[in-house]
């Protein structure tokens, strides 16, 4: 059964850049994985960010972009503001389906 | 405007059934796959099934695969989800979600909470 892993937790300062990172147990993470990142806020539904890696919505702000790095999927947030303290998913393509990272907590402080 | 409107509430006892509808406008129905994701609280997102709605092929998560059914109506661009032997650890948010063919996951549904207690 293939296990997402996020980051936790992270914490970035207002104005600052964070990445966050998305591995799979089978490997590294490819394009063909179709990652997609949301970012969900308490008592609402998920908002999707990113589609297929790298893909922005029209509605996705400008500072948010995905990539791979390392092996992994990666969002990156530039340029944070205090609204985008949120938990922020990661979704993978598997041969077990859809499977969902654990999430990350990111406080801006 | 694309919408995903899901029915109300639930509160079910324990080993009850619960049925969830999520009925779409706003764009052609069957161009898109529709799935079913639940948050328990304090708990990730779990992704628990996908249906095609212009074929009714589906795929359930192997976690929900003896007690879960997606369904669809095409007449009411609707799908459905039923989930059967309800327990306590049952007790989450339960959306659908819309993709586009090929991984582009893009508009949710509002979310049902359904509570299971005795």
């Given at each position: 059964?293939?296990?997402?892993?996020?980051?936790?937790?992270l914490?970035?300062s207002?104005?600052?850049t964070?990445?966050?990172?998305?591995?799979s147990?089978?490997?590294?993470?490819?394009?063909?994985?179709?990652?997609?990142?949301?970012?969900?806020?308490?008592?609402q539904?998920?908002r999707?960010?990113i589609?297929?890696?790298s893909?922005?919505?029209?509605w996705?702000?400008?500072r948010?972009?995905?990539?791979?790095?390392?092996g992994?999927?990666?969002?990156?947030?530039s340029g944070?503001?205090p609204?985008?303290?949120?938990?922020?998913?990661?979704?993978l393509?598997?041969?077990?389906?859809w499977?969902?990272?654990g999430?990350?907590?990111?406080t801006?402080? | 405007?694309?919408?995903?409107?899901?029915?109300?509430a639930?509160?079910?006892?324990?080993g009850?059934s619960?049925?969830?509808?999520?009925?779409?406008s706003?764009?052609?129905?069957?161009?898109?796959?529709?799935?079913w994701v639940?948050?328990?609280?304090g708990?990730?997102?779990?992704?628990m099934g996908?249906?095609?709605?212009?074929s009714?092929?589906?795929?359930y998560?192997?976690r929900?695969?003896?007690?879960i059914?997606?369904?669809?109506?095409?007449?009411?661009?609707?799908?459905y989800m039923?989930?059967?032997?309800?327990?306590?650890e049952?007790t989450?948010?339960?959306?659908?979600?819309?993709?586009?063919m090929?991984?582009?996951?893009d508009?949710?549904?509002?979310?049902?909470?359904?509570?299971?207690?005795?």
């Amino acid at each position: 059964q293939t296990v997402v892993t996020q980051e936790p937790s992270l914490t970035v300062s207002p104005g600052g850049t964070v990445t966050l990172t998305c591995a799979s147990s089978t490997g590294p993470v490819t394009t063909g994985y179709h990652t997609n990142w949301f970012q969900k806020k308490p008592g609402q539904a998920p908002r999707t960010l990113i589609y297929s890696t790298s893909n922005k919505h029209s509605w996705t702000p400008a500072r948010f972009s995905g990539s791979l790095l390392g092996g992994k999927s990666a969002l990156t947030l530039s340029g944070v503001r205090p609204e985008d303290e949120a938990d922020y998913y990661c979704l993978l393509y598997s041969s077990d389906g859809w499977v969902f990272g654990g999430g990350t907590k990111l406080t801006v402080l | 405007q694309v919408q995903l409107v899901q029915s109300g509430a639930e509160v079910k006892k324990p080993g009850a059934s619960v049925k969830v509808s999520c009925e779409a406008s706003g764009y052609s129905f069957t161009s898109y796959v529709l799935h079913w994701v639940r948050q328990a609280p304090g708990q990730r997102l779990e992704w628990m099934g996908w249906i095609f709605t212009d074929s009714g092929d589906i795929r359930y998560s192997q976690r929900f695969q003896d007690r879960i059914t997606i369904t669809r109506d095409t007449s009411a661009s609707t799908t459905y989800m039923e989930l059967r032997s309800l327990r306590s650890e049952d007790t989450a948010l339960y959306f659908c979600a819309r993709e586009k063919m090929g991984g582009a996951w893009d508009y949710w549904g509002q979310g049902t909470l359904v509570i299971v207690s005795s």
